[in-house]
C-alpha cells in the first residue's frame, strides 16, 4: 500500500536531543503528530517507526530513537504523497510546529506539531493502524 501516515508521539519529559542537521531541539513532555509519506510498502516504513534501533535517516529518526520517547498511536490513510503537505498544512491549524522538522523536501514550515489529542485525525479521514503493524517496544 503507498499512503500517508500520521504517528502519533509521546514524549514523557522534556528533552533537548540532536536531531541531525538540525541540532539539539528543545521537546516539551507531551503529544505530537509527525506527518509522512510512503509510496511503496506503507506497512514497512511503520514497522521502520518502530524499531528502536536503526540507522538514523529522518529527522524522526533521531526523535523516536530517544528511550523517553514512544509511538502511541499511528494513523493512515491511502494517498498519493501530495496529502503529506496536505495533511501538514491542516496539521499546522491545531497544533504547534517544531520548525523545520521533516520537512527538508517542500515548503511546509514542518512536519511535527506538538498537539493535545490526536481525535480530530478522524475528521481528517486517517483510519488507526493498518492490522499488519505490531507494536514492539
Ligand atoms: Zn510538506
Not at 494513523?75 to 496529502?83: A, G, I, L, T
Not at 521533516?102 to 493498518?130: M, Q, V, W
Request: glycine share 8%; aromatic share 12%.
Amino acid at each position: 500500500m503507498k499512503g500517508v501516515y500520521v504517528l502519533v508521539i509521546s514524549v514523557g519529559k522534556n528533552i533537548k536531543p540532536k536531531i541531525g542537521v538540525l541540532g539539539k531541539i528543545g521537546f516539551k513532555k507531551g503529544l505530537y503528530a509527525y506527518v509522512g509519506s510512503a509510496q511503496n510498502n506503507l506497512e514497512k516504513r511503520i514497522s521502520r517507526h518502530l524499531k528502536k534501533r536503526k540507522k538514523k535517516f529522518w529527522h524522526i529518526d533521531y526523535l523516536t530513537a530517544n528511550k523517553v520517547v514512544t509511538i502511541k498511536k499511528i494513523y493512515y490513510k491511502k494517498s498519493n504523497k501530495k496529502e503529506e503537505c496536505i495533511t501538514a498544512k491542516k496539521l499546522s491549524r491545531v497544533g504547534v510546529p517544531v520548525k523545520n522538522f521533516g520537512c527538508s523536501d517542500c515548503n511546509c514550515e514542518s512536519h511535527l506539531f506538538k498537539i493535545r489529542d490526536y481525535e480530530f485525525l478522524r475528521k481528517f479521514g486517517f483510519a488507526e493502524t493498518p492490522p499488519v503493524v505490531q507494536f514492539t517496544d
